[in-house]
């Protein structure tokens, strides 16, 4: 499953899901820029995570909903590491857990941007140079919100559907080039984002607790969420493009809502 000559960009990737994806397409051979927003510690880290594998790295701050600091970073990725093959818009907010009724107009913008806006300025900025490298991959970290769409949280299932939506989109926009689009789709993973969430709506405060009641016996791992994307970017996906996996083992039952 051989990266190797490939440039990567992962959005939000100092911690968590992100951070997973991003050392997971190094060990393939990839050279990979970390995006990050505040946690500028957490990002070196990442980027000394893929260089102890040998590969080049470079961690870029930027908020992925402004467009003026997207597009200074994929000129900085261009020109230090070279044209982006690999983007995936990982970079993600949850929203507060109101009713329509009650959330407020700015939360709405703030999540809605986050997840739909910055995936949607990223692949316009990379586009142009990754049609010209005979292969190129796009991949959006969902959620499963996509398919139950609870109550509580218009903000996330609608920034999450219309990064859908674009993916979908792009797909068929950019399958003549040799570009493949496709979708991750995990439900609760074992990240900071969702112990808080966990802890807010259901009292747990240890995901640990939860693992006798998931598929397979473990709360989802960011490294499970990782592989479905590295098989996605590999020479193994030759085909697949415009496809959705849902990495929830199945189907976690106890947070259907």
Not at 66 to 77: C, F, H, L, S
Not at 102 to 108: I, K, R, S, V, Y
Not at 118 to 133: A, D, Q
Not at 200 to 213: C, I, N, S
């Amino acid at each position: 499953m051989s990266l190797g000559g490939r440039v990567a960009l992962v959005t939000g990737s100092g911690r968590g899901v992100g951070r997973a994806i991003a050392i997971a397409l190094a060990e393939d051979g990839a050279d990979v820029a970390v995006n990050y927003r505040r946690e500028q510690d957490a990002a070196a880290e990442t980027v000394a995570a893929i260089e102890k594998l040998g590969r080049r790295a470079i961690a870029i701050q930027a908020s992925v909903d402004d467009y003026e600091q997207d597009r200074e970073m994929v000129a900085e990725i261009e020109a230090k590491l070279g044209p982006v093959g690999i983007l995936v818009n990982n970079a993600g907010i949850a929203s507060r857990g109101q009713s329509v009724m009650d959330t407020d107009p700015a939360e709405m913008a703030r999540v809605v941007a986050t997840h739909a806006f910055g995936p949607h300025y990223l692949s316009k900025l990379v586009l142009p140079k990754m049609r010209t490298l005979g292969r190129g991959d796009i991949v959006m970290i969902s959620s499963v919100a996509t398919r139950s769409l609870g109550a509580f949280g218009a903000p996330y299932n609608m920034g999450k559907c219309a990064m859908e939506a674009l993916a979908f989109t792009l797909a068929k926009e950019e399958r003549p080039y040799g570009i493949r689009v496709n979708i991750v789709a995990p439900g609760l993973v074992e990240t900071e984002m969702g112990r808080r969430l966990m802890k807010a709506t259901a009292g747990v405060k240890d995901l640990r607790e939860l693992d006798k009641v998931m598929p397979f016996g473990h709360v989802c791992q960011p490294e499970d969420v990782a592989n479905v994307v590295r098989f996605f970017v590999s020479a193994q996906n030759s085909y697949l493009t415009g496809e959705r996996v849902y990495c929830d083992g199945g189907g976690q039952q106890m947070l259907r809502a």
